[in-house]
Nanobody
C-alpha cells in the first residue's frame, strides 16, 4: 500500500532555509498530484505547494504565502519529493505534511486538504524569531 514519510523538520532561525523530504513507498510518483501542506496550532491545514509529473510534462503550483520563495522538486530515482523554503519566518512554523491524490488533469492546483487521499505522518517545523 502507498505510504508517505516526511523528514527534515526541526528548529530553524528566521531567515534560514528549510528542506523537507517526502519518500513514497508502494507506488511511483508519476500519475499523482503531490501536495505539501502545513498546519499551525489553532489553525486549519493549508496548502503550500503541489507538483505533478507525467511523461508528457508536468506542473507546479505554490500558495500565495510562499510564492516566490518555495520550490518543490522530485527525485524519481529515490521516489522522493522535496520542499524547499528560504527566508523563513515564524509564520512558516507548523507541522508539514505531504499528500498524494490521483492525477486528474495533468496539472496540479492549490486546493483544500480534503482533495488529497493519502497522507504522511508530518514533520514539525519551528522557526524562531
Amino acid at each position: 500500500q502507498l505510504q508517505l514519510v516526511e523528514s527534515g523538520g526541526g528548529l530553524v532561525q528566521s531567515g534560514g532555509f528549510l528542506r523537507l523530504s517526502c519518500t513514497a513507498s508502494g507506488a511511483e510518483l508519476n500519475n499523482y498530484d503531490i501536495g505539501w501542506f502545513r498546519q499551525a496550532p489553532g489553525k486549519e491545514r493549508e496548502a503550500v505547494a503541489c507538483k505533478s509529473e507525467t511523461r508528457s510534462g508536468g506542473s507546479t503550483a505554490y500558495a500565495n504565502s510562499v510564492y516566490g520563495r518555495a520550490a518543490i522538486n522530485i527525485d524519481p530515482a529515490k521516489n522522493t519529493v522535496y520542499l524547499q523554503i528560504p527566508y523563513l519566518e515564524p509564520e512558516d512554523s507548523g507541522i508539514y505534511y505531504c499528500a498524494f491524490r490521483p492525477l486528474l488533469s495533468g496539472r496540479c492546483v492549490i486546493t483544500t486538504p480534503q482533495a488529497y487521499t493519502v497522507w504522511g505522518q508530518g514533520t514539525q517545523v519551528t522557526v524562531t524569531s
